[in-house]
């Protein structure tokens, strides 16, 4: 079945530090979506990329969807403290609803 | 605009008892799945539906049932719960059309099996 995976599992910044959570799928995906999850809160969609080789930007947050469409990534630039929580990226096979999420980044950034 | 209404919040069941989990949104979108939340395992996706009436098997359907009545309603049952069952229970509806693909998620229900 479609398999998505994340890494790395766990990173810890330095506050100001930039940070990059990678996202490989075992088969070619038509969309990815990436979502942040507080601790102790529920996952909230961040941004959805379709087109191969697409790089989008919200802030200081860069995502890209690779040109084979079975990679992304999502890099912060400068964290803050607001930043912490787990990053992940799902996403969807051909026409099909099932959006498979990956295990997710940890983020912690030290002030 | 509630948005996605879970209940209950905090749930302890014994071993072999059945129960459902509710969940409703009030912003008439077709598309609700809903998801487990393991330590170290991610989200994984139990069953979906993609309109009323039209339900299908996730990752990890196994033990759950679910239907979809009405758009606003996607409850999720428990058939005979089981310690592996023990988790975090996410709700998520999306719309069919628009700009805004992304999932908008409950604010979860965590489940303990005893």
């Known amino acids: 079945g479609q398999q998505v995976m994340q890494i790395p599992q766990y990173q810890h910044v330095q506050e100001g530090e930039d940070f990059t959570t990678y996202c490989n799928s075992s088969t070619t995906l038509s969309n990815i979506q990436w979502y942040k999850q507080r601790p102790g809160g529920h996952p909230v969609f961040l941004i959805q990329l379709v087109k191969s080789g697409e790089v989008k930007k919200q802030k200081r947050l860069t995502f890209q969807f690779g040109e084979a469409k079975k990679n992304s990534s999502l890099h912060i630039t400068a964290t803050q403290t607001t930043d912490v929580g787990t990053y992940f990226c799902a996403g969807r096979q051909g026409g099909s609803e099932k959006l498979v999420f990956g295990k997710g980044t940890k983020l912690t950034v030290n002030p | ?114």
């Not at chain 2, 487990?36 to 033990?63: C, F, K, W």
Request: aromatic content about 10%.
């Open chain 2, 1 to 114: 605009n509630a948005g996605v209404t879970q209940t209950p919040k905090f749930q302890v069941l014994k071993t072999g008892q059945s129960m459902t989990l509710q969940c409703a949104q009030d912003m008439n979108h077709e598309y609700m799945s809903w998801y487990r939340q393991d330590p170290g395992m991610g989200l994984r996706l139990i069953h979906y539906s993609v309109g009323a009436g039209i339900t299908d098997q996730g990752e990890v359907p196994n033990g759950y049932n679910v239907s979809r009545s009405t758009t606003e309603d996607f409850p999720l049952r428990l058939l005979s719960a089981a310690p592996s069952q023990t988790s975090v229970y996410f709700c998520a509806s999306r719309p069919d059309r628009g700009p805004n693909y992304g999932y908008t998620f409950g604010s979860g229900t965590r489940l303990t099996v005893v």
